[in-house]
């Protein structure tokens, strides 16, 4: 299922601050993004209404699979790139906003074209 780019960067959040922090509640979201507590708290709900999270009694946002499946492509994504921009010499502050950018319009056999070719590059990706 297709959704907002907007959508894609809270999904992308609750996984990375999940997987830094143990939890993640809306109040976390709007700091690592800025934004204020009530844009977050009306995003959470329709997260919430389309299947992607779930909110725990004690605040706390669990990813549902659709939501997961979701995040951990965009995180795959964005780790990939941002390594490939800092490769070719771009600093990693720009690099990984660049690739917070490209990340949601890539399609995905280019993407896999990219990642194919740095697989083949030790030390680029990691892998």
């Excluded at 997260?47 to 706390?60: A, C, P, Q, S, T």
Aim: proline share 2%; aromatic share 4%; glycine share 8%.
């Amino acid at each position: 299922m297709k959704i907002q780019q907007s959508a894609e960067n809270y999904l992308e959040t609750i996984y990375m601050l999940t997987n830094t922090k143990g939890s993640c509640r809306s109040v976390d979201i709007a700091k690592e993004l800025g934004f204020s507590k009530p844009s977050v708290s009306v995003a959470m709900k329709n997260l919430r209404e389309n299947g992607y999270i779930d909110v725990m009694g004690d605040g706390n946002i669990v990813l549902l699979e659709p939501g997961k499946k979701i995040a951990t492509i965009l995180y795959e994504r964005h780790t990939i790139l941002t390594k490939c921009l800092v490769a070719i010499g771009v600093p990693e502050t720009i690099a990984s906003e660049d690739a917070c950018k490209i990340e949601h319009i890539i399609s995905e056999e280019t993407f896999e074209a990219i990642k194919k070719s740095l697989e083949n590059h030790k030390g680029i990706i990691g892998e």
